[in-house]
């Protein structure tokens, strides 16, 4: 019975290591949602800002999921 509370345990972590792992993805697939010029901020049009953005956003979601993984899921 604990074996099977393991296993579904260790499965719910694949899967949000999974999610935490696709997002960035996502979020840049999805080019005509942010390939424009308009807005500007700081005089940098929206395409590159949104980029850094993501940038940033990934490294936190790879580190989250790194964290995780070799916390809970690493042997």
Known sequence: MSQNVAVKS???????????????????AVVPLYVRTNPEIGGL????W??????????????TAAILFNKYGGE
């Open 10 to 28: 260790k499965r719910s972590l694949y899967v949000t290591v999974a999610i935490l792992t696709l997002i960035p993805f996502v979020g840049l």
């Open 50 to 63: 949104y980029q850094l953005l993501w940038l940033f956003l990934a490294a936190a979601l790879f580190g």
């Open 45 to 48: 049009p929206f395409f590159y």
